[in-house]
């Protein structure tokens, strides 16, 4: 063998191991740092919150794959195709755990060469409902001012958005514009008769939701709250009236310088849609109590949309002259009226119920409707002249057992010369269904600017001997539709040569009945619990609807304020005695 060929053979296959380790070392060293995540901050949250679940990831060597886990359980997981970093996201909601509890997030990754990273948690917490920050408001509000609903605002005397306090309107008045987020609580103060009043040029925009209603309610802790435990919800606006001419206005009953009224049909002071106003109604002066809403002169670029009035110590709702139209309205229990019309109102109103409490009725006199043109009964123009469909007033008289107060008067106390529009309606419950009340009312029958089609008037079973109290006693002693007045003695009315119950009968789709069993009506209307609405199958009211001309009306085919859907769903409240409104929602 030649010993230098073997020399430099050997020589050979050393440097060519030594390239193959050189090789495999390097390639080795190549293979980047495994994954790492940084998870979000601990947070906290009310139950039914959401909560934020975050991550931060690099991986040098390209990301695979993601998992998530909840105390140890699959929460979710991602693949991916090389990326070097990432952001990830997720929303929790939190469950219904006990105050204080956590729920744990980990989180781990794998790269493109099987490495993992180390695990990073995140831990979110149960926590108390935070208690609203109260906050004061006196005087005037001008410019643009928001509420927050994690704040609780107590009107303290009369607060006004603007600056518009005398008679005639002044264009260089301060204005104001008052935002109110959904879900934001405010108080009335007791003693100084605490009143939201939105002046002329003004505006308030309080749009809440149905799961996040904006209150207006009284500032008493729960057991202690009563009707008229402060003033009320006031809105002005510009819109005619039949009381006053071009910018010079009147003042809202009272004399808290609610100056309304101008020439302006259109006037638009904000919207308000899922607002209740509860235990309003407190008293100005002796006999002159502020509604829980007020709308004085509202003109129709105003929006009116799912509102409930309880407990007021006046009525519910009132219009003094103006155009503004609104839908989704209820009224609950108030002591007085549930809708009042009056001074040329000429609105249109949708779906909308009232609904009594048997002993809560007012010494001037209980009604559903009462609506006039003035109070002299008057040819003012314009005319009180409301479009209204689809309405539900339900009276006191659950039973013929139950015993109500001999204040309660008519469903509809139709008087002093208006010329109202009613479609669609079932009234029951009350002495009186209907009430045309005064000879130019009688005559606006007659001549047919004065409209009732399609509604229905039902007694209570048993309740006298025509489900009005006839031939029973104590008093009231009532009717479906009076033919007498209540002078003393009476005096027979009429309808043209007719009597107004013949009239009422042979007008479109009326109908008057001694019971409400039958028509598709829950008992829980007249009851203090949260109602059902919706009609039972078969009822009678569930079909024979029509709808009044205009683009306002929504298509319906039901008579009443509802029919299968119940549109008072998450937003109102028929219990807010006993709920506590301290706490942010």
């Not at 013929?400 to 419950?429: C, D, E, P, W």
């Not at 007045?485 to 009326?510: C, H, I, M, R, Y």
């Not at 001309?549 to 028929?574: C, L, M, R, Y």
Request: aromatic letters at 8%; hydrophobic letters at 35%.
């Amino acid at each position: 063998m030649n010993f230098r060929r073997l020399t430099q053979s050997v020589l050979t296959l050393g440097i060519l191991s030594l390239a193959l380790v050189f090789n495999a070392c390097k390639k080795e060293e190549e293979i980047g740092p495994a994954p790492t995540i940084t998870a979000g901050n601990a947070t906290q949250g009310l139950v039914g919150a959401v909560a934020k679940i975050t991550a931060t990831i690099n991986a040098p060597e390209g990301l695979k794959t993601l998992t998530v886990l909840k105390n140890g359980q699959a929460f979710d997981s991602k693949s991916y195709t090389g990326q070097t970093t990432d952001s990830y996201s997720k929303d929790y909601t939190i469950e219904n755990l006990p105050i204080g509890s956590s729920v744990v997030f980990t989180f781990q990754a794998t790269d493109s060469q099987n490495q993992t990273s180390t695990v990073a948690t995140q831990v979110v917490s149960v926590s108390d409902i935070p208690s609203r920050t109260p906050v004061d408001v006196r005087g005037v509000i001008t410019g643009n001012v928001t509420w927050t609903k994690d704040k609780i605002y107590k009107l303290i005397g009369f607060v006004r958005v603007g600056a518009d306090t005398t008679e005639t309107f002044s264009s260089t008045a301060a204005t104001g514009t008052l935002t109110i987020e959904p879900g934001t609580v405010i108080i009335g103060d007791r003693a100084s008769k605490g009143t939201l009043i939105v002046q002329r040029g003004s505006k308030i925009i309080a749009n809440g939701t149905a799961d996040a209603p904006i209150v207006f309610t009284s500032e008493r802790p729960i057991g202690q709250r009563e009707s008229g435990d402060w003033g009320g919800l006031v809105i002005c606006g510009r819109a005619v009236n039949n009381q006053s001419t071009g910018d010079k206005g009147i003042q809202l009953e009272g004399s808290y310088k609610g100056w309304h009224g101008g020439s302006n049909d259109a006037d638009n002071s904000g919207s308000l849609k899922y607002v209740r106003v509860e235990y309003a109604g407190v008293p100005i002066n002796p006999n002159q109590e502020v509604n829980s809403f007020t709308f004085g002169s509202v003109g129709s670029g105003t929006t009116l949309e799912y509102l409930q009035a309880s407990y007021g110590l006046d009525d519910s709702f009132e219009w003094f002259g103006g155009t503004v139209n609104a839908k989704y309205l209820v009224a609950y229990r108030g002591l007085d009226d549930d809708f009042d019309m009056d001074f040329g109102y000429r609105g249109n109103l949708q779906f909308i119920v009232g609904m009594r409490g048997a002993t809560l009725a007012d010494q001037s006199g209980s009604n559903g409707f009462e609506v006039d043109n003035d109070g002299q009964g008057s040819a003012a123009a314009p005319i009180t002249a409301p479009v209204i469909s689809n309405v539900s007033l339900i009276g006191p008289k659950e039973t013929n057992a139950t015993s109500i107060s001999t204040q309660f008067q008519n469903g509809m106390h139709l008087r002093r010369n208006t010329q109202i529009k009613v479609y669609n309606a079932v009234v029951t419950g009350y002495p009186n269904g209907v009430y045309i009340d005064g000879t130019n009312t009688l005559a606006n029958a007659g001549s047919g600017s004065l409209i009732l089609n399609r509604v229905v008037v039902a007694g209570v079973a048993n309740w006298g001997n025509n489900g009005f109290g006839q031939g029973s006693s104590p008093a009231p002693i009532g009717f479906a539709v009076r033919d007498i007045n209540t002078a003393t003695p009476a005096v027979d009315l009429k309808v043209g040569e007719q009597k107004p119950s013949d009239w009422f009968a042979a007008q479109a789709g009326n109908k008057i009945l001694t019971t409400y069993a039958g028509l598709g009506l829950s008992q829980s209307l007249f009851q203090a619990v949260t109602p059902t609405f919706t009609l039972s199958n078969g009822g009678t009211l569930a079909t024979g609807g029509t709808i009044p001309s205009g683009s306002f009306f929504s298509a319906a085919t039901f008579i009443g304020a509802f029919g299968s859907e119940d549109w008072t769903t998450k937003w109102s409240n028929f219990n807010p005695g006993t709920t506590d409104y301290s706490k942010v929602k």
